[in-house]
């Protein structure tokens, strides 16, 4: 039988429902193994990729096609491109059915349930807008695939650093091609337009632990102002890669665009960044109404009270 998600945090107040819940707790525990998971780890480095790995992939790689299917339309407005509404109801009439094609016989009365944080994953249809919630979204669908056993601890290295990092590929082609708004900016004051998980795995993945030998292009946070590094960088970590994308987009000086991680550059590890990115997701992202306000409940991601630990 395929379980209903509800809406649960509808005004202000509720945030300490979603706080207190088992739900918030499932997921910070799963952004902290995650971000362990990947510790040191890169792109390139070796890790188990699985058959449902792929299955993931491919499944991006799908959307991926479906944007170049639906190209953009002229039209007087800058931003917002009216055929981003065309992907996105291609996208949503075959959610549940792609799912299903991934999933074992035994799983597939999970798809409606996963349909609705994969949905989410990629924008707002109605205001061709996307940002962090979005990108949340996203990451619970995965945390999802992991407490069905989909996905088992071994797949952990590879759902960061091979998916996650498709779907950052993914959704910064949202972006550009359909010249999406940002979803809830604070501007120069955030850490970035769009995203946010990235920088917190990211600077996990450029954590090198003894005796393995740092690469010294890349052994502290400040030189990723070099502007080439992250250009050189990008196929191989999430940090780099959002500084690159970063550094295409935006104009001028650095520490005007994108001020919070100017200031971040001056952190002497990547280790203390890394502790301090985690502290703000959890302040500016996991504490904030306006973000969690979309989130849908239901077996998997419970509202429930979260049991002491």
């Excluded at 107040?13 to 918030?24: E, F, G, T, V």
Aim: glycine share 4%; net charge negative.
């Amino acid at each position: 039988m395929a379980q209903v998600t509800v809406r649960e945090i509808k005004v202000p107040k509720d945030i300490d429902k979603w706080l207190k819940s088992r739900a918030y707790d499932d997921y910070l525990q799963f952004v902290l193994a995650m971000n362990k998971a990947t510790r040191g780890l890169n792109a390139g480095s070796e890790m188990t990729v699985s058959e449902n790995v792929n299955k993931l992939l491919d499944l991006l790689a799908e959307l991926d096609k479906l944007i170049d299917e639906t190209p953009p339309i002229s039209q007087p407005a800058r931003f917002g491109n009216a055929a981003y509404r065309q992907w996105y109801q291609k996208f949503a009439d075959r959610r549940v059915e792609s799912i299903e094609k991934v999933l074992p016989e035994s799983l597939k009365s999970r798809a409606s349930e996963l349909a609705a944080y994969y949905l989410d994953s990629f924008g707002n249809q109605t205001r061709i807008d996307y940002g962090t919630g979005h990108e949340m979204n996203f990451a619970v669908f995965l945390m999802c695939l992991f407490k069905i056993g989909f996905f088992t601890e071994s797949d952990a290295p590879a759902v960061v650093c091979k998916i996650f990092t498709r779907y950052m590929r993914l959704v910064r082609k949202l972006q550009t091609v359909y010249r999406m708004e940002p979803a809830g900016s604070h501007g120069v004051w955030s850490l970035d337009d769009y995203q946010f998980l990235p920088f917190v795995w990211g600077s996990s993945q450029l954590v090198i632990d003894p005796p393995d030998k740092p690469n010294p292009e890349i052994s502290e946070p400040c030189q990723f102002l070099n502007e080439d590094i992250p250009e050189r960088y990008a196929d191989d970590y999430l940090f780099m890669a959002c500084i690159a994308y970063i550094n295409s987009v935006k104009k001028g000086p650095f520490f005007e665009h994108s001020n919070q991680l100017y200031n971040a550059s001056g952190t002497p590890s990547w280790q203390r960044l890394n502790e301090g990115l985690i502290r703000m997701y959890k302040n500016e992202v996991l504490c904030k109404f306006p973000i969690v306000q979309h989130m849908v409940f239901g077996e998997l991601v419970s509202v429930d009270p979260a049991p002491p630990r």
